[in-house]
C-alpha cells in the first residue's frame, strides 16, 4: 500500500502524469472515470502564479470527482517557488507536487525541472522552501540525475 499524507493508494496505483496541454479537468474526470487513482494538474510555473498569470491560475482548478489530485508547480528560484506554494495551499488540492524532472530546453534553461539537478543543493532549498510554505503534503517528481555521470 502507498500512502502520502492521508491517501491511501493501492499496491501498485495508477496514476495519471502531469502534461501539459493534456491533463486538463476533462481528461482528468475521464481517467478518473477509467480507474486513475491518483491525478495530476498540468505543470505550472512558479513564475506565472506568483506574476498572477490568467493560463497558471486556471491550471489550479480540481473538481471533487477527480480527487484525490495534486499541483505541480515547477521554478528554480526559492522566493517564487515559496510564493506559489502559497498561493497552491489556498486552493486546497490534496498534494503538491515539484517539477525536477522535465528535461525540456525552455524549461531547464530557466534553471528549473531537471536542470536544478546540476546543482543538488539548490534542490534541497527549493524543497524546503516550499514545505515551509504550504500544509499540503508534499512530493517530488524528480530523475535519477542531470546525466548519466552525475546519476545520485
Known amino acids: 500500500m502507498v500512502k502520502i499524507d492521508n491517501i491511501t493508494l493501492p499496491e501498485f496505483p495508477l496514476l495519471l502524469a502531469p502534461m501539459e496541454d493534456v491533463s486538463d479537468p476533462p481528461f482528468r474526470v475521464v481517467c ?8 495530476y494538474t498540468e505543470f505550472i510555473s512558479s513564475e506565472g502564479l506568483v506574476g498572477d498569470s ?5 491550471k489550479l482548478d480540481i473538481f471533487d470527482e477527480e480527487r484525490p489530485a495534486g499541483v505541480q ?3 528554480g528560484d526559492e522566493g517564487r517557488m515559496a510564493q506559489a506554494s502559497a498561493i497552491v495551499d489556498l486552493t486546497q488540492p490534496d498534494f503538491l507536487d515539484i ?3 522535465c528535461p525540456v530546453k525552455g524549461i531547464v534553461s530557466q534553471g528549473a525541472g531537471s536542470g536544478v539537478l546540476k546543482d543538488l543543493d539548490l534542490m534541497t532549498r527549493l524543497t524546503a522552501a516550499c514545505v ?4 499540503l503534503p508534499v512530493t517530488v517528481k524528480t530523475r535519477l540525475g542531470w546525466d548519466e555521470d552525475s546519476k545520485t
Not at 478518473?32 to 491525478?39: P, R
Not at 490568467?54 to 486556471?58: L, M, P, Q, T, V
Request: aromatic share 8%; charged share 25%; proline share 0%.
Open 54 to 58: 490568467a493560463k497558471c491560475r486556471r
Open 99 to 101: 517539477n525536477f524532472g
Open 32 to 39: 478518473k472515470a477509467n480507474g486513475a487513482d491518483l491525478l
Open 132 to 135: 515551509k510554505a504550504t500544509s
Open 73 to 75: 508547480i515547477f521554478g
